[in-house]
T-cell receptor
Framework: GNSVTQMEGPVTLSEEAFLTINCTYT??????LFWYVQYPGEGLQLLLK?????DKGSNKGFEATYRKETTSFHLEKGSVQVSDSAVYFC?????????????FGKGTTLSVSS | GAVVSQHPSRVICKSGTSVKIECRSL??????MFWYRQFPKQSLMLMAT?????????EQGVEKDKFLINHASLTLSTLTVTSAHPEDSSFYIC????????????FGNGTRLTVT
């Protein structure tokens, strides 16, 4: 079945450090891939997405590239800020139709200190 | 602004009572909405797919008689936790997306349910 595996956390970094959160997936066909972020006490927000191989999603300094050959969608940011502290979820959707749910990874907690 | 509204954000109830959680799409029609459950420090687990005008589709292991889902209109789905028990305490999140292909899912802010 379809699944998402992301690196275990927590990830603890100092401000301005480089961030990588690994995400790999298993899916049939050509899934769309997403990163969502959940700030403390809040709901989920879409951070970025990619819908086909070699697409790069980017937002707020975060980037992730859809790598079909390695079935990966690693999240990166060159210089993290304290305000980036949150839980990050990698997710996939198997089909492009509107009525398909997301499958989530377990989430990675990022803690950034000043 | 928010495109999916979920209410209430927090609810505390006694064992044996029922609790209804509402999920509304604010500026679009959603024939399909999804209900997730999130345990502490864990991922979101899909509970069921709510289909407007028809029965919900439940994931394996989710009790349909305990978690009643009604999707009576194109902008509203409700999840009712019946005869709640302390083990039902959790964070419940709904989501919906626009009809267009590749449209991302938008999430409500979630409901923190505590059963005492």
């Amino acid at each position: 079945g379809n699944s998402v595996t992301q690196m275990e956390g927590p990830v603890t970094l100092s401000e301005e450090a480089f961030l990588t959160i690994n995400c790999t997936y298993t899916a049939t066909g050509y899934p769309s891939l997403f990163w969502y972020v959940q700030y403390p006490g809040e709901g989920l927000q879409l951070l970025l997405k990619a819908t086909k191989a070699d697409d790069k999603g980017s937002n707020k300094g975060f980037e992730a590239t859809y790598r079909k050959e390695t079935t990966s969608f690693h999240l990166e940011k060159g210089s993290v800020q304290v305000s980036d502290s949150a839980v990050y979820f990698c997710a996939l959707r198997s089909y492009r139709q509107a009525g398909t749910a997301l499958i989530f990874g377990k989430g990675t907690t990022l803690s950034v200190s000043s | 602004g928010a495109v999916v509204s979920q209410h209430p954000s927090r609810v505390i109830c006694k064992s044996g009572t029922s609790v209804k959680i509402e999920c509304r799409s604010l500026d679009f029609q959603a024939t399909t909405m999804f209900w997730y459950r999130q345990f502490p420090k864990q991922s979101l687990m899909l509970m069921a797919t709510s289909n407007e005008g028809s029965k919900a589709t439940y994931e394996q292991g989710v009790e349909k008689d305990k978690f009643l889902i009604n999707h009576a209109s194109l902008t509203l789905s409700t999840l009712t936790v019946t005869s709640a028990h302390p083990e039902d305490s959790s964070f419940y999140i709904c989501s919906a997306n626009r009809q267009e292909a590749n449209s991302p899912l938008h999430f409500g802010n979630g409901t923190r349910l505590t059963v005492t």
